[in-house]
């Protein structure tokens, strides 16, 4: 996990160390009352996914196949400011994106708590679902006046019985011609069940900036 992440939380004297295994996650809070169970846990990190909604197009919470929500991201970022807990977002349809980054400058003007935006911009093992484009997405988080870190990572499927292929040296060369550039910190999620067949390719992706880090394989790499 990236560092300014884990310092901010030992900041606050919520881990003991600073290892991203301290660090404790709720996944897909996009309803109130799952957002109301993770405020008051003992929650670090705060998933949830952003789609457009049907109706007003305004930024709602749910997973696609979802399409409606009984809480929008401005209430759901209202409810999260008034916490110390870090977010991470993830968007699962590009229209969603360019709102959700105002919404976040007006509500979290002066926040310090850790923002990770996440979306899946290349296509990856087994990925049947289309992914966001990725210029139109960093275009727009560009417009963000906070701290960011970006979770950019491939669609992936996995079928149960099959010899499932890894993440491909094309793959990764992709990703690396895409955040070159980047000024933000960039981790990459990749599905755990491939890990195995893909941990060379994926090593060397971490390895091509002190930037990159991935949660799944330990702390951060950096370059030799």
């Known amino acids: 996990m990236r560092d300014e992440t884990l310092e901010y939380f030992w900041s606050q004297s919520w881990i003991k160390k600073r290892d ?7 996944h897909a809070v996009n309803s109130r009352s799952r957002l109301t169970e993770a ?24 997973h ?38 105002i919404l976040l400058n007006e509500v979290l003007t002066d926040s310090r708590h850790p923002v990770w935006l996440n979306a899946d911009i290349l296509s ?50 992709k990703m690396e011609e895409i955040c070159e550039t980047l000024k933000h910190p960039v981790t990459f999620p990749v599905r755990a ?9 994926l090593m060397w992706l971490l390895q091509q900036s002190d930037r990159y880090f991935s949660p799944q394989l330990g702390q951060l790499v950096t370059l030799a």
């Open 20 to 26: 991203a295994a301290e660090v404790r996650w709720s």
């Open 39 to 62: 405020l008051a846990g003992p929650t670090h990190m705060i998933e949830a996914d952003i789609i457009s909604g049907h109706d007003s197009k305004e930024p709602i919470m749910a």
């Open 64 to 101: 696609p196949p979802d399409t409606d929500s009984d809480i929008t991201l401005k209430e759901w970022l209202e409810g999260v400011k008034e916490h110390n807990k870090g977010i991470k977002l993830d968007f699962k349809s590009m229209e969603a994106v360019s709102p959700s980054v």
């Open 124 to 173: 990856g093992p087994g990925g049947q679902v289309r992914p966001l484009e990725p210029q139109a997405f960093l275009s727009a988080v560009q417009a963000l006046r906070i701290h960011t870190v970006l979770s950019l990572g491939w669609t992936t499927g996995w079928t149960a019985g099959t010899d499932n292929p890894g993440y491909s040296w094309d793959m990764v060369h």
């Open 193 to 201: 069940a491939l890990m195995a067949q893909s941990f060379s390719q």
